[in-house]
């Protein structure tokens, strides 16, 4: 996964956005993904984004991506404690086109 | 359905022994990933099935490692001769045609 890059951590206030960033190198990715992962469980697709778009909204959810700079963003409005947990941006390669590559993970945290 | 699902959810082995797990995926997904996971990092992908057809195997898939999915549905990861640096969290994915892939609780093993 070292071609995908997040900062660790996060911390924010109920009620307030998060924003989690990712970068990678390698532009061939067809589609960019988030995935959260809570204490001791497995991932939990949020959402994806097809690698010609630019944003997809999603609910509280919103994916920007910027191909040029090859970087990936999460936007979660009104930020509630519940959204704690670590979330993994990840990019689809392979050679069939269907494995990920993970970034390490941002670890938010929600301050009541 | 259910979801995908990984038994046992946890392992605790001895140095040397060989130890097996099993996945069910969501029923009518061809396709099936094992990846997996360390302490604080993403999950690192396995291996890929399409039906019953191994397709794709990363190279941290030492010879140690063998997965199968005899009858194009449930897929089982076996472990031989484990070692304390295969303890990690091993997770199972599956999915239809498209770009969404859904995971397992996984099995996290501690091998002793």
Known sequence: GEDVEQSLFLSVREGDSSVI???YTDSSSTYLYWYKQEPGAGLQLLTYIFSNMDMKQDQRLTV???KKDKHLSLRIADTQTG?????????LIGNYGQNFVFGPGTRLSVLP | DTGVSQNPRHKITKRGQNVTFRCDPISEHNRLYWYRQTLGQGPEFLTYFQNEAQLEK??????RFSAERPKGSFSTLEIQRTEQGDSAMYLCASSLAGPEQYFGPGTRLTVT
């Open chain 1, 21 to 23: 960033n990712c970068t």
């Open chain 2, 58 to 63: 990363s190279r941290l898939l030492s010879d």
């Open chain 1, 64 to 66: 920007l991506l910027n």
């Open chain 1, 83 to 91: 959204d704690s947990a670590i979330y993994f941006c990840a990019r």
